[in-house]
């Protein structure tokens, strides 16, 4: 059904994207009344929905950069001859004049969409009422989505909920929104993900998992309630994250790691909702961007950093990646050769994550590794007609996912973690026995264990910052500086308002109403 996705945007929505209208929200489409001949049947519906998605999947590298960029895993040195990306992100040095993403990273767009389809679906009668209520579960599970992003990413934001053009409201004056406090903004994700889990009611898991479902919902509802919990002290909201977290069904632990990601095990057990990439229709193409250029191998870099099977036997192109179809392989971004030596040597996740690679100086003797480097291959996807196409599905939910946030609720809640962690470490080191099986060691040791699995497991999936800031030694978060703990990246006494990103002047420009993120410095007018 993928395949169709690029042309089921219908004409209308597309004029959404286009529209600049002098407003940063992207709230008024032009030519937006022309619409009158769509939603007339269920193929129009459902085809608007897989747009919807289609849209979603363009946000994939969004999601990632705003979940991962600034965890701290990231390297800032170039080790090889190639220019890093995103320097700024990946080094906390955010400022109104350089904001890592622009336009409120352009979700409002698709949130505009979502409204338009809710306020357009609610209102029509051809449908049954079980398919009206899964594509509306599907709209306000998308909604709560894009939104907790915002809230993680800016804290307060513009709470944008109906379709404002659609009742004839067209000048951007008008459409101008102050950004609403956190709370709020919790407020309605949380009513939204709710709403969602209530539509779908009972019926079951979906068995393509490349769109929001009934569990994809309850992912996110635990994610949500656990974030409430230890963010924001709503301690009860623990209780309902674990309900929702145990609600999920039909999912299960792959055997060996490297196969939930494989391109051949597309809807496997253990995915519970991915993003949708396959061969002549879409690829994960910033993957090709953490991995190699073949060019600057230049007859020093070996596999082996002692150069064991003697000098000559230089890389090439280990990886086969010097013909994709469509993308520069270069390292545009690269994960530090710290986080590589931090797995055991026994950890399978290690080598299904990682390529690592050594620039050897072979002019002495003995021979002198200068250069440790990695290439990510958790998302390579496949060879087709001799060609590399980096298509993978990117997962948003999977089951080491749920165990492990049941992991730290259990935790927080002062229980043994044990029986949710230790199954995310057999699977790690299976078929051998885990060197170092989990042992439960108090609620901030604990607390890190689970950290550390989390680190490990979820490599390009996007996660880490956002535990970074969630999770906590004793009542302060990992995201600050602590002699207790390595993962700090900023100073509390000074950096704390850099946990959430600034705007970029142009928003504010266009919408006087909305004030930038408290603590950065602006030109903004009082």
């Not at 992100?89 to 004049?97: C, G, H």
């Not at 407020?187 to 079951?204: E, H, M, R, T, Y």
């Not at 060996?256 to 061969?279: D, G, L, P, W």
């Not at 090439?316 to 390292?331: G, R």
Request: with cysteine.
């Amino acid at each position: 059904m993928m395949k169709k996705i690029r042309i089921y945007i219908c004409w209308a929505l597309l004029s959404v994207l286009g529209s600049a209208c002098q407003d940063a929200l992207e709230l008024t489409p032009q030519d937006y009344f022309g619409d009158s001949n769509f939603w007339q049947n269920e193929s129009q519906v459902s085809n608007f929905m897989v747009g919807l998605h289609k849209q979603f999947r363009d946000n994939q590298f969004q999601f990632l950069r705003l979940g991962e960029m600034r965890g701290g895993n990231y390297s800032t040195v170039d080790r090889q001859a190639t220019s890093l990306n995103e320097l700024p992100v990946i080094e906390q040095r955010l400022e109104e004049t350089s904001s890592g993403v622009s336009n409120w990273a352009g979700f409002y767009g698709p949130i505009l969409q979502l409204n338009l389809f809710i306020q357009k679906v609610e209102a029509i009668s051809f449908l049954s009422e079980t398919r009206k209520s899964y594509l509306l579960g599907q709209a306000y599970a998308m909604r709560a989505y894009y939104y907790f992003h915002l809230l993680r990413t800016y804290g307060g934001v513009p709470l944008v909920l109906e379709a404002d053009v659609l009742n004839g409201t067209t000048d951007a004056v008008l459409l101008r929104k102050a950004r609403a406090s956190e709370a709020d903004v919790l407020a309605a994700i949380k009513a939204d993900v709710n709403k969602s889990i209530s539509l779908f009611g009972a019926q079951g898991a979906a068995t393509d998992k490349s769109q929001w479902s009934p569990n994809a919902a309850l992912m996110l509802k635990g994610e949500v309630f656990l974030w409430s919990a230890k963010v924001y002290n709503a301690t009860a909201d623990l209780a309902e994250a674990k309900t929702a977290l145990n609600a999920v069904t039909g999912s299960a632990l792959l055997p060996n790691f490297a196969n939930v990601f494989a391109y051949n095990q597309k809807n496997n057990a253990e995915i519970i909702f991915a993003i949708r990439f396959r061969v002549g229709e879409a690829e994960m193409g910033n993957v090709a961007a953490y991995t190699y250029s073949t060019f600057n191998f230049n007859g020093l870099h070996y596999k082996d950093s002692t150069v064991s099977a003697g000098v000559g036997n230089f890389l090439v192109d280990p990886l086969t990646l010097a013909a994709p179809n469509s993308m520069q392989v270069i390292q545009r971004y690269a994960y530090t050769f710290e986080l590589f030596q931090s797995y055991d040597i026994a950890d399978t996740r290690r080598n299904a994550t990682f390529y690592d690679f050594y620039k050897v100086n072979t002019d002495v003797k003995p021979y002198v590794t200068t250069i440790k480097n990695t290439a990510l291959v958790k998302f390579l996807g496949t060879i087709d007609a001799n060609k590399r196409y980096f298509s993978d599905d990117w997962p948003v939910y999977r089951e080491a996912d749920r165990l492990l946030m049941l992991a730290e609720i259990t935790n927080a809640e002062g229980g043994d973690p044990a029986a949710f962690i230790q199954p995310v470490r057999d699977r790690a080191f299976a078929p051998a026995k885990d060197p170092k099986p989990f042992k439960n060691a108090g609620k901030d040791a604990n607390e890190l264990a689970i950290f550390e699995e989390r680190t490990k497991e979820f490599v390009h999936e996007g996660k880490r910052w956002y535990d970074l800031r969630r999770m906590k030694y004793g009542a302060e978060p990992l995201i600050f500086k602590s002699a207790s703990h390595p993962y700090g990246l900023l100073d509390k006494a000074t950096q704390a308002y850099r946990i959430l990103w600034p705007i970029e002047a142009n928003i504010w420009t266009n919408d006087p109403l909305v004030a930038q993120t408290p603590g950065y410095q602006t030109a903004r007018p009082n």
